[in-house]
């Protein structure tokens, strides 16, 4: 191949030197105030990607990254898009010991600690037999001087097929495992997603989703940089914040997850916030509860829920706004580009029409496999499709509702039972504010549930009460033997329920009386 044959026709690198050259001076990211135009953000990146070459840093290697959401962490994706290197965005809730895990399953040529996380960063670092080599991030780190890994790497063209990130899964046990994403992973994703939910140049994309995972890229994010539009950068999520920032910033898109808009809408400034500029929101993670869809339906804003999985893209189904309370509980139809089928999980034959089994997807979303897992990868991909590893319920006109984890269900005499089925017949009870609930070890019945209840602020409720709230609206097996009061549920990164850390808490139980 000719060293000066143009990249791929599907990489990223492209994005920002369009958008140079056709809107140098819009505002592409706002980050804390402080903002970056397209043309600022391309000459960045740019140089980056040339002093990474210049130091040694060949096509197919690892940036490994510790920092929170900044513009100087987006410089760095798309030097690395540019020069072929592959990204992988380490998470700085985790501890040393499961951070350095991570280090040692990524192999990075340099691990970029922003400050503030540099304490952990060391630690993690510390405990590896090799440390890699560390810098910070920004015009004052890496783009002043970078750590030479050896000689000088000529140019090569970017091919479509290039990991472009490596993005380790937020599952709660089992060894990490980090999956790769493409070039063409990314774009056709992006692509997808702009099909259903449009941003265009004059949008500002709220994001709060944290860039150590796929959603703070390939929700909204990316395309953004890719349609001209703005993207506002926070750091976290702070409820209070955002609803000062949607009129400040005058933000028309965001996504989150159903705990987020949950915050929003318990907030005491949610009732006469305003959210007017704010024309679509995105929901990801969990189904989005009836009650909570009705709040932001009544303040005006169109609701559009997802599923998807770091392995996809992330994205799968979506189920649009219109459609949101005709279909509550369901994830939707697949996006544009994407398959899927329901099959059988003991047997991998497909379920035809309406029925239940695990959810299967195809398409050019889809992951190039985990980083050096050969067995993990196998165990996922099989004849081009992805087994996500999630029970769906399929009705008659196509739509699908996510049933629960295939892990997550427990049997109990006998029955199958979704966590996710009660936690959302325990938020239908006025003094619920937050709920989850999981399966232990039962003498009588193989296992139970046992469920964890945040009550409302100026509500009062007990275990009885709860109790027969769910026998009137759940099968009795269905209940959970236990209901505990906690004053907030664990959750991961992603705000999906920790259930690890909830059976933990459950003490083995003498068997119960009929």
Same mark, same amino acid.
């Given at each position: 191949?000719?060293?000066?044959?143009?990249?791929? =026709?599907?990489?990223?690198?492209?994005?920002?030197?369009?958008?140079?050259?056709?809107?140098?001076?819009?505002?592409?990211?706002? &980050?804390?105030?402080?903002?970056?135009?397209?043309?600022?953000?391309?000459?960045?990146?740019?140089?980056?990607?040339?002093?990474?070459?210049?130091?040694?840093?060949?096509? $197919?290697?690892?940036?490994?990254?510790?920092?929170?959401?900044?513009?100087?962490?987006?410089?760095?994706?798309?030097?690395?898009?540019?020069?072929?290197?592959?990204?992988?965005?380490?998470?700085?809730?985790?501890?040393?010991?499961?951070?350095?895990?991570?280090?040692?399953?990524? @192999?990075?040529?340099?691990?970029?600690?922003?400050?503030?996380?540099?304490?952990?960063?060391?630690?993690?670092?510390?405990?590896?037999?090799?440390?890699?080599?560390?810098?910070?991030?920004?015009?004052?780190?890496?783009?002043?001087?970078?750590?030479?890994?050896?000689?000088?790497?000529?140019?090569?063209?970017?091919?479509?097929?290039?990991?472009? %990130?490596?993005?380790?899964?937020?599952?709660?046990?089992?060894?990490?495992?980090?999956?790769?994403?493409?070039?063409?992973?990314?774009?056709?994703?992006?692509?997808?997603?702009?099909?259903?939910?449009?941003? @265009?140049? &004059?949008?500002?994309? =709220?994001?709060?989703?944290?860039?150590?995972?796929?959603?703070?890229?390939?929700?909204?994010?990316?395309?953004?940089?890719?349609?001209?539009?703005?993207?506002?950068?926070?750091? @976290?999520?702070?409820?209070?914040?955002?609803?000062?920032?949607?009129?400040?910033?005058?933000?028309?898109?965001?996504?989150?997850?159903? !705990?987020?808009?949950?915050?929003?809408?318990?907030?005491?400034?949610?009732?006469?916030?305003?959210?007017?500029?704010?024309?679509?929101?995105?929901?990801?993670?969990?189904?989005?509860?009836?009650?909570?869809?009705?709040? #932001?339906?009544?303040?005006?804003?169109?609701?559009?829920?997802?599923?998807?999985?770091?392995?996809?893209?992330?994205?799968?189904?979506?189920?649009?706004?219109?459609?949101?309370?005709?279909?509550?509980?369901?994830?939707?139809?697949?996006?544009?580009?994407?398959?899927?089928?329901?099959?059988?999980?003991?047997?991998?034959?497909?379920?035809? $029409?309406?029925?239940?089994?695990?959810? #299967?997807?195809?398409?050019? @979303?889809?992951?190039?496999?985990?980083?050096?897992?050969?067995?993990?990868?196998?165990?996922? =991909?099989?004849?081009?499709?992805?087994?996500?590893?999630?029970?769906?319920?399929?009705? &008659?006109?196509?739509?699908?509702?996510?049933?629960?984890?295939?892990?997550?269900?427990?049997?109990?005499?006998?029955?199958?039972?979704?966590?996710?089925?009660?936690?959302?017949?325990?938020?239908?009870?006025?003094?619920?504010?937050?709920?989850?609930?999981?399966?232990?070890?039962?003498?009588?019945?193989?296992?139970?549930?046992? !469920?964890?209840?945040?009550?409302?602020?100026?509500? !009062?409720?007990?275990?009885?009460?709860?109790?027969?709230? %769910?026998?009137?609206? =759940?099968?009795?097996?269905?209940?959970?033997?236990?209901?505990?009061?906690?004053?907030?549920?664990?959750?991961?990164?992603?705000?999906?329920?920790?259930?690890?850390?909830?059976? !933990?808490?459950?003490?083995?139980?003498?068997?119960?009386?009929?």
């Amino acid at each position: 191949m000719n060293p000066h044959d143009p990249d791929g =026709l599907h990489t990223l690198g492209r994005w920002t030197a369009d958008r140079a050259r056709s809107a140098p001076e819009r505002t592409a990211i706002d &980050d804390r105030g402080v903002t970056l135009t397209y043309r600022e953000l391309e000459a960045r990146a740019a140089a980056l990607a040339d002093a990474l070459r210049n130091a040694g840093y060949a096509p $197919g290697q690892r940036i490994a990254t510790l920092t929170g959401n900044s513009a100087d962490h987006v410089v760095l994706f798309f030097a690395c898009a540019k020069a072929g290197l592959t990204l992988v965005p380490l998470s700085w809730r985790l501890a040393p010991v499961e951070l350095a895990e991570q280090l040692r399953v990524s @192999g990075p040529a340099l691990f970029v600690v922003e400050p503030e996380h540099a304490a952990l960063g060391a630690a993690a670092a510390a405990l590896l037999v090799e440390p890699p080599r560390t810098s910070e991030p920004g015009r004052d780190g890496i783009e002043r001087g970078l750590p030479t890994v050896g000689a000088a790497v000529p140019r090569r063209p970017v091919a479509d097929a290039d990991a472009l %990130l490596a993005v380790f899964t937020s599952g709660t046990s089992g060894r990490p495992k980090a999956a790769v994403l493409t070039h063409a992973n990314c774009f056709w994703t992006n692509l997808s997603f702009s099909r259903t939910v449009e941003i @265009g140049r &004059d949008d500002v994309v =709220l994001c709060v989703m944290p860039q150590f995972h796929v959603g703070g890229w390939n929700i909204q994010a990316l395309l953004a940089w890719w349609t001209g539009a703005t993207v506002v950068l926070e750091r @976290g999520f702070d409820a209070g914040r955002v609803l000062k920032l949607i009129p400040q910033r005058r933000v028309t898109t965001m996504m989150g997850v159903p !705990a987020h808009y949950l915050m929003l809408s318990q907030h005491p400034g949610f009732r006469d916030a305003d959210l007017t500029s704010l024309q679509r929101a995105v929901v990801g993670g969990a189904p989005m509860p009836a009650p909570l869809l009705r709040t #932001w339906h009544a303040r005006g804003v169109a609701l559009t829920q997802g599923y998807g999985l770091t392995e996809a893209g992330p994205n799968v189904l979506c189920l649009a706004p219109e459609e949101a309370l005709r279909r509550v509980g369901s994830a939707g139809t697949p996006y544009p580009h994407v398959d899927v089928v329901v099959a059988d999980p003991a047997t991998g034959e497909e379920v035809d $029409g309406a029925g239940r089994g695990e959810l #299967w997807v195809r398409g050019p @979303g889809v992951f190039a496999g985990y980083l050096a897992d050969p067995a993990a990868t196998a165990d996922v =991909l099989v004849d081009g499709w992805l087994r996500t590893g999630d029970v769906v319920e399929r009705d &008659d006109d196509g739509f699908l509702r996510v049933v629960d984890r295939l892990k997550d269900i427990y049997i109990s005499g006998g029955e199958n039972v979704s966590p996710y089925e009660v936690e959302h017949a325990l938020l239908t009870h006025p003094a619920v504010a937050d709920a989850a609930v999981v399966g232990v070890p039962d003498e009588r019945w193989g296992e139970a549930g046992a !469920a964890f209840v945040v009550v409302r602020s100026g509500e !009062a409720t007990d275990a009885q009460e709860l109790t027969e709230h %769910l026998r009137g609206v =759940l099968a009795r097996f269905k209940v959970p033997r236990t209901i505990e009061f906690v004053e907030d549920i664990p959750r991961t990164g992603l705000h999906k329920v920790a259930r690890a850390r909830l059976r !933990a808490r459950v003490a083995p139980q003498p068997e119960r009386a009929p």
